[in-house]
């Protein structure tokens, strides 16, 4: 009797096998976009102004780490901030608040003050409200014109692919407070 379990437990291990394989899920199919009701892809531009606050009596931007060597570093090489930024329609604080820039960016380069952005626009106003864009890119903040990837979104911009520009509209070398203009085009449904 135990002969013939040991000679059938390897056929009864396939048939088992080959059944559940048979009722298991699947691991994925692909989608016509309009089974989840999204229609026609379009190209939207948002135009607002970034202001990253990092020395105030209630700043958007801290520091929250660095490296050994960062102090010695003319790129802040190995610091990293965390980020709470104010988006408004004009370069003016004051001005109407549109979303939050949230996320982190860090001092990435050893030969330019470059960061590695990694945040979420997330919107508070209007029909974005509710809805974010995530950028995934490096931030040359002298260049004049800088260009990060939209990686994705929520809300109306699920499916966003598209593009940044930033440029410096103001900069204080003392405080290292910044405003910062962004262009962004985006394709999304909606």
């Known amino acids: 009797m135990a002969k013939t379990f040991f000679v059938l437990s390897p056929f009864l291990l396939i048939f088992s096998t080959l059944i559940s394989a048979n009722t298991s899920q699947y691991f994925s199919e692909t989608l016509a976009p309009s089974s989840l009701g999204l229609k026609q892809e379009k190209l939207t531009h948002l ?7 990092v020395k105030a009596k209630h700043p958007t931007a801290l520091k929250v780490t660095q490296a050994a060597t960062t102090n010695m570093s003319a790129t802040y090489f190995g610091a990293v901030w965390m980020m709470d930024d104010p988006l408004t329609v004009e370069p003016e604080l004051d001005s109407k608040l549109v979303g939050r ?12 003050i ?13 029909k974005f409200n509710g809805s974010t864009l995530s950028i995934l890119g490096r931030n040359a ?7 990060m990837p ?3 979104g929520s809300g109306v911009f699920r499916f966003a692919r598209g593009y940044a520009q930033a440029s410096t509209h103001f ?5 290292t407070n910044a405003i910062v203009e962004y262009n962004v085009y985006v394709f999304h449904y909606y």
């Open 47 to 53: 135009h607002f102004y970034f202001h990253d606050i």
């Open 101 to 112: 820039a949230q996320g982190i960016y860090a001092s990435a380069s050893q030969s330019e």
């Open 114 to 126: 470059g960061f590695l952005m990694v945040l979420n626009f997330a919107f508070t106003e209007g």
């Open 150 to 152: 939209i990686v994705g």
């Open 171 to 175: 900069f204080d070398v003392k405080t």
């Open 141 to 147: 903040i002298f260049s004049t014109v800088r260009e």
